[in-house]
Nanobody, 118 residues
Framework: QVQLVESGGGLVQPGGSLRLSCAAS????????MGWYRQAPGKQRELVAA???????NYADSVKGRFTISRDNAKNTVYLQMNSLKPEDTAVYYC????????????WGQGTQVTVSS
């Protein structure tokens, strides 16, 4: 079994910053890809950013230049640094981790609310 613990969400004013963290623990041989998704009310869940085990990174066009994804392999943790936040970034943010068991299995975090409002 794999557990993902997210932290770092909250309320921030437009232009502000937040840093999300997601730590994975449990029974697995390693971690393949790690990523962040978000879901706003009435909308589908969408990819925000993802990083592979080799360090390749992909961002949604809407966050390029403002968000930075990184990972600490020693801590099995993925981070999302969010700068210049906009009201349209308001959503529940979910981390997604693909573990190696050796079969590749995806797991989701519980979600953390990010609200950008003045």
């Amino acid at each position: 079994q794999v557990q993902l613990v997210e932290s770092g969400g909250g309320l921030v004013q437009p232009g502000g910053s937040l840093r999300l963290s997601c730590a994975a623990s449990g029974s697995f041989l390693g971690i393949n890809a790690m990523g962040w998704y978000r879901q706003a009310p009435g909308k589908q869940r969408e990819l925000v950013a993802a990083i592979t085990s080799g360090g390749s990174i992909n961002y949604a066009d809407s966050v390029k230049g403002r968000f930075t994804i990184s990972r600490d392999n020693a801590k099995n943790t993925v981070y999302l640094q969010m700068n210049s936040l906009k009201p349209e970034d308001t959503a529940v943010y979910y981390c997604n981790v693909v573990v190696i068991t050796p079969v590749l299995l995806p797991y989701w975090g519980q979600g953390t609310q990010v609200t950008v409002s003045s």
